[in-house]
C-alpha cells in the first residue's frame, strides 16, 4: 500500500478471483466457467465487429439491448448492459446504497457483495441461513434496507421459490430489492416478469456461465424503467464505453443460439445431478444445487486436504464458505466425462487416505 491511498480506501479487503492458471493441463472445476466453447456463429460476430475497431463501441448497446428485450418479452428501456454483471452490481450498489441506504444479504452468498457495500462505504447486514445454509425468506419481509439475493444462491445453489421473491418485493416498497441469476439459465426459472409488477425490484444476468462467454464480460440487469435509468445514470458517470464492440456483437448473437444452449445446458445438469448423488454415496454432504456447481463437504476429509489431493490428480476446484460454511469445496459441473473422472479421483484420494490409516 502506497502513503497516498486515502484513509476511505485502506481497509477495502478485494475480492479474491479463482486461480486462472495458463499453460498447465488442469480441468478448471474452480470458476463456474462453461466446459463448452461459445458457438460458432457467436466467435464470428465477434470476429467481423474486430474490423471496425477503430471506432468507439455503441454506448447504448442499441441493438443488444433490442435483441435482450424481445427475448425477455420486456423494452429496450427496461435493460442496462454490464462489463460482466458484477459491474452491473456494482452499478446497482452505487445507484441504490449510501450512508442512509444500508444493505442486507446472505451471511452465505457471493462473495463480492460486501466488498461492492464497502468500496462506496455502505452499511451492510448479513442475515444467517438456517443450519443447512438456506435462505430463510422470512427473515427478508418487512426488512427496510436493500436486499441482494443470488438465486440460485452461490456457492450452495440452493433455491427460493419465485413467489417468495414477490413478497419480498411487496413488503419492502421503500427499498430496491436485487435477484442475481447468475445461474437461473440451469434452473429454468427467472424473477424477470415479476420486474413489471413491483417498482422495486431488479434482476442481474450473465452470460459468463450458461453463454459461455465468461471471457467476454458482459452481464445486464432487467428492471422497472426508472431502475434501469438509474443504473445509466452511474454507467455513464463511470464509464460510457463500458462494453467493446465484439462483446456487443457476440451477446447479441448467443441469442440467436438457444437450442445449442439448451441441450448443453441438459448436459451440465444431468452431469451436476450425477456428481452430487456420487459425493453423497462416498460419503459427502451437499447442498441441493440447481446451478452449474455442487457445493459439499466431507465427513472426515478436510476441504484443504481435498483441494491438495484434487490438485494432484489434475483437478482444480475451489474452497469457499466462511464460519458455518467453512471446508466446503465448490466444484464446478464440467463435461460428463470430466465429472466422471472427477469421482475417479475423489475415489483415489479416499482410497490412498484409507492405506494410510
Ligand atoms: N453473481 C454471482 C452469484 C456469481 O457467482 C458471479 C460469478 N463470480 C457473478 C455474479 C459475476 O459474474 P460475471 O461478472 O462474470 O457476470
Redesign the pocket.
Known sequence: MSRFLSAERRALTPYTPGEQPRGAKLIKLNT?EAPFPPPQSVVDAAANAAQRLNLYSDPEGTALRAALAAYHGVSPENISLGN???ET?AFAFAAFGGAESAFAFPDVT?GFYPVFASLYNIPYTEIQTDLSLKIRTEDYIELGKNIVL?NPN?PTGETLPIDDLARVAESNPENVVII?E?YADFWGETAIPLTAKYENLLVTR?Y?KSRFL?GARL?YAVGPAELIHDLETVRYCFNPYNLNSMTLAAGAAALGEDAYYKARWSEITAARDYTQNALRGLGFETTDSKANFVFARHADVSGAELLAGLRKRGFLARALGRERARDRLRITVGAAEQMRAFIGAVEDILRARKELS
Do not use: E, K, R, V
Request: glycine fraction near 14%.
Open positions: 463456474n460482466g454483471s458484477d452490481l457471493y443470488a452461490a442475481d447468475a450473465t459468463s465468461a452481464g
